[in-house]
Antibody
Framework: EVQLVESGGGLVQPGGSLRLSCICAASGFTFSNYWMSWVRQTPVKGLEWVGQIGEDGSEKFYVDSVKGRFTISRDNAKNSLFLQMNGLRAEDTAVYYC???????????????WGQGTKVTVSS | DVVMTQSPLSLPVTLGQPASISCRSSQSLVYSDGNTYLTWFQQRPGQSPRRLLYKVSDRDSGVPDRFSGSGSGTDFTLKISRVEAEDVGIYYCMQGVHGPYTFGRGTKLEIK
């Protein structure tokens, strides 16, 4: 069974930084064979795709609202995914999910495995 | 960005009755590989989203066969043949063709 476990959420002041982590615990799942995405959810806006990273970390794409502020990275040796969030704003307040995206045996934009989410609150 | 429009936003259903949710995209969801990357998710209260159907109609392992998906191009439908109590939650569609990937606003299914 594949499990994604996020951590690192919390309360941060506007303009501050936070780094989210996601560890993939699985048997029979090669983390480095998959694109990974971050998705966030708020009661008002619902689900919003934040960005994604390719299998080897060389390709990254982001939604416009976070470009230049958020950076996705990964450490395949440690089956880990990260989201560095700088210049945080109140509108970044959300539950952030780590999601298995696509891969050669999963297809494009698979989104078949989700973590439990970690809550980020941006407030003074 | 591709806009995903779901309807209805609220869906009260009697147990054992069918339910249907519409999802329309502002652009075609046919990718260059010939596949249509339209996915349906279910989010039960207090849980993370769970994928139900991939590429319009491919049902995930463990998903009851009362869930089915159909559609093409820009017009898609999720159908539940007979609603059960465990189906309560919010249903989302998502497109995985055009960047950024986008979701519908969700349809809240409740039992009448």
């Amino acid at each position: 069974e594949v499990q994604l476990v996020e951590s690192g959420g919390g309360l941060v002041q506007p303009g501050g930084s936070l780094r989210l982590s996601c560890i993939c615990a699985a048997s029979g799942f090669t983390f480095s064979n998959y694109w990974m995405s971050w998705v966030r959810q708020t009661p008002v806006k619902g689900l919003e795709w934040v960005g994604q990273i390719g299998e080897d970390g060389s390709e990254k794409f982001y939604v416009d609202s976070v470009k230049g502020r958020f950076t996705i990275s990964r450490d395949n040796a440690k089956n880990s995914l990260f989201l560095q969030m700088n210049g945080l704003r109140a509108e970044d307040t959300a539950v952030y999910y780590c999601v298995r995206d696509g891969g050669s045996d999963a297809g494009r934009a698979s989104f078949d495995i989700w973590g439990q989410g970690t809550k980020v609150t941006v407030s003074s | 960005d591709v806009v995903m429009t779901q309807s209805p936003l609220s869906l009260p259903v009697t147990l054992g009755q069918p339910a249907s949710i519409s999802c329309r995209s502002s652009q075609s969801l046919v990718y260059s590989d010939g596949n249509t990357y339209l996915t349906w998710f279910q989010q039960r209260p207090g849980q993370s989203p769970r994928r139900l159907l991939y590429k319009v109609s491919d049902r995930d392992s463990g998903v009851p066969d009362r869930f089915s998906g159909s559609g093409s191009g820009t017009d898609f439908t999720l159908k539940i043949s007979r609603v059960e109590a465990e189906d309560v939650g919010i249903y989302y569609c998502m497109q995985g063709v055009h960047g950024p990937y986008t979701f519908g606003r969700g349809t809240k299914l409740e039992i009448k």
